[in-house]
């Protein structure tokens, strides 16, 4: 009976040593050569394409320490260029799988380049067995990576690290950014907990910052949406230096990201007599009263515009005073207070392009008007030019007298004539978007308006700063 009880457990152990073994990866094509060179500590290979693109160098070993970090490089050539997907996982128990929540210890995407490179590294426990454990490096183009890839386009290769004691004592730190925004910068502010073994410094690569003690150390400054990578210096031994990470601020948000902080408009006669200029870079989502038009998706910016004598006003956005071609906006208007905002209306494309345009009427006069501006989707940054307007029918500083305009209803061409030079001659549609502009500098003028279709216009005419505003009517 105990033989057979024997023999029976050294047929149990010979078939587990038979089926414990690693998945072997089987990806049916590559771009390219796929991975072309992995290099991580002692741990320089540079490889051609393999069979079934998958190439076990399990035989090759490098050193790595217990609670310290790895640094590494993968490079790729992907023929015609195309991202591939990237890990690493360790297998720190040694169960022959990666299935374990911390051994995926790296995950990154190459740039689409023919040629490219990623490089990083990735953290060993403090509790991680000494000895020997298997990494294995994928990337991918065609689906989420696993670490026993079977499908196309695919690249694997298998290595070992030996988990060992380090030697020094590295230093420590935790970190947090600070923004400048008068100045567009950032600083990322260092606090050293510990000293480690070593007289640790802290260096961006150019600069490098002193650390006499424990406690805060204020790197940079740095320029706003400048990414830079901090490493915690031991001082004596290279091995304990602690990539501490990337730092970035892109911006600060707008002044007027928020209903309370509206940037007051300032009421023309057409869009371009004051146009502002706006930003939704690092813009946040607003809690006020949602919006009937489609395409919120938070990043909103705010304006507040006061309702002229005429109880009217035109919201348009456009190009900024650059000329800088702006973003796909839409538009909403609300009355009442900031917190218990009540909907007006909105409006996604009714301007040129994708720029918003929107008018209302009966206004209470002097009353403000709340205007939130957004990006359709909220996924495109940059900047946006918006005016408010009215178009006045007239005005009572004018010499109405003497002043004549014929005819009217008007097929081709509008005479103009007064006592006095008329400066210059402007043209809007009933949205107040200017058709026509001249200057005159005489008392007399014909306009030729032929090239205008049928409809309704204002005429601007002014003379020594005084405006006069009349309506016409365009006819075949």
Known sequence: MKTKFLLFLSLFIISFQIKAQYCT??????????????TMGTINNTTVAETDNYGDYSSQITDVNQGLQTSFSISYDTGAGYTYETKIWIDWNNDF???????????????????TTLSGFFAVPASAVLGNHRLRVGGQDN????????????????????????????????TSVTPNCTSSQYFVEVNVTNLGSGTPSITDGTTTWPVTATGNVQVGPFAFNTPTTLTLQHGNNATCNVIMGTYNYVACPPANDDCANAILLTVGTTYNDYITDGTNLEASDSTETITTCNGLSGGDIWYKVIVPASGSITIETGDTTTAQTGFDSVIAIYSGACGSLTHIDCDDDSGPS??????????????????????????????????AYDVPLSTTSFDNTNFSAYPNPVKDVLNLSYT??????????????????????????????????????????????????IKIIKTN
């Open 354 to 387: 994708s720029y918003s345009l929107k008018s209302v009427t009966n206004q209470t006069p002097g009353a403000t008007l709340y205007i939130r501006v957004f990006e359709y989707a909220n996924d495109v940054l940059g900047d946006i030019g918006i005016s």
């Open 143 to 174: 689906g989420p990576v696993t670490p026993c890839y079977n499908d196309s386009y695919g690249t694997f290769e298998d290595y070992t690290i030996n988990v060992v004691i380090p030697t020094c004592a590295p230093p420590a730190a935790t």
């Open 25 to 38: 990866p089987n990806p049916t094509s590559v771009d390219g050569t796929g991975i072309t060179n992995v």
């Open 97 to 115: 799988d990666f299935d374990d929540t911390d051994e995926e210890v790296y995950s990154g995407t190459t740039d689409g380049n023919s040629l």
């Open 420 to 469: 006095s030079n008329i400066s210059k001659v402007a043209i809007c549609n009933l949205l107040g978007q200017e058709m026509f502009k001249k200057d005159i500098n005489a008392s007399q003028s014909q306009i030729d308006i032929s090239s205008l279709t049928n409809g309704a216009y204002f005429v601007k005419v002014e003379v020594d700063n005084l405006v006069k505003t």
